[in-house]
């Protein structure tokens, strides 16, 4: 393992796993396949599929014990969600206290069926976190090489900061909403801090759910033309010019695909092959402004 990448350059995302139908046997394929096509790392949180994400994943690398070597594993933790499986969570709230943290740490293991997490991401930021008590708890986990490196997703620049100051080892990345249709990311100061940092970051939704095909509104319209226009002039498809889009940035951006079809799994992890010049970066860029740059 010490000679692979902490995160692929596309990453495996496993969300919506609960929907596949798929048995153990067909998961274990299913991630046989993944890595085949280069994507070693799986994305998963333990919210994920009402709480059942860990556990599925868990029955594919029984299935196949030889898969849990050859991947990186990065889960998430601190939402708490009412549900028949959560019996004492009241009302949906964040929790990254010491408690929670251990508690979750212990669940994946278990769930998983593995003794370590290569990536363990605070899930969203905690108005009520504190930074110490999650730093100590977070450095007990990694004393005992149950958790590799720590991570964030969904975090504001300065929040990201202050856990990359506090958190052992610094922050590993930072997963947030990035594609041609949200360009937050490149315009709040994340993409500046990552690149200050020398972290890179994980792009969820990169094809914004489905909407880059499907929606009807303007800004989606001059972005799905301008896919197309690229897509035409590099004998791609649309999809893997929504994901070169990202990967071309020097933040370096993984885009996370969350296909469980084999097809579309191997059409946007070839899509790290497809370079984007400037001015196709740009074509995307101002048709999601829907105005000239000034």
């Known amino acids: 393992m010490a000679d692979l990448p902490l995160l692929s350059?596309?990453?495996?995302?496993?969300?919506?796993?609960?929907?596949?139908?798929?048995?153990?046997?067909?998961?274990?394929?299913?991630?046989?396949?993944?890595?085949?096509?280069?994507?070693?790392?799986?994305?998963?949180?333990?919210?994920?599929?009402?709480?059942?994400?860990?556990?599925?994943?868990?029955?594919?690398l029984r299935a196949d014990p030889g898969l849990r070597d050859r991947l990186r594993i990065v889960t998430k933790f601190g939402i708490e969600v009412p549900k028949d499986t959560r019996p004492g969570v009241r009302v949906h709230h964040y929790d990254t206290s010491a408690g929670r943290l251990r508690a979750s740490v212990e669940d994946a293991l278990r769930e998983l069926g593995t003794d370590r997490l290569d990536l363990l991401l605070v899930h969203r930021?905690?108005?009520l976190v504190d930074a110490a008590e999650l730093a100590e708890a977070c450095a007990a986990e990694q004393a005992a090489g149950r958790v590799l490196h720590f991570g964030v997703s969904n975090f504001a620049p300065?929040?990201?900061?202050?856990?990359?100051?506090?958190?052992?080892?610094?922050?590993?990345t930072n997963q947030v909403e990035m594609h041609p249709l949200h360009l937050a990311a490149f315009e709040d100061g994340t993409t500046d801090l990552a690149q200050e940092l020398d972290l890179p970051l994980m792009a969820w939704s990169p094809l914004a759910g489905g909407r880059l095909f499907q929606a009807e509104d303007a800004q989606a319209l001059r972005v799905r033309t301008a896919l197309e226009e690229v897509a035409g002039r590099h004998g791609a498809e649309v999809d893997q010019v929504a994901f070169a889009f990202l990967l071309r940035h020097p933040a370096r951006v993984h885009p996370i695909t969350g296909t469980g079809n084999l097809e579309r799994l191997a059409r946007q992890a070839a899509a790290v092959d497809l370079q984007l010049d400037r001015e196709d970066w740009f074509t995307l860029w101002t048709a999601s402004k829907g105005e000239p740059l000034p």
């Open 9 to 60: 350059p596309v990453v495996a995302g496993l969300w919506r796993l609960d929907q596949w139908e798929l048995t153990p046997e067909e998961r274990a394929r299913w991630i046989h396949r993944a890595l085949e096509l280069g994507l070693t790392t799986l994305d998963l949180a333990e919210i994920y599929g009402g709480y059942s994400c860990h556990a599925r994943v868990g029955e594919a």
């Open 125 to 127: 930021w905690d108005p």
């Open 158 to 172: 300065s929040t990201m900061r202050l856990m990359h100051a506090t958190l052992p080892g610094g922050l590993a």
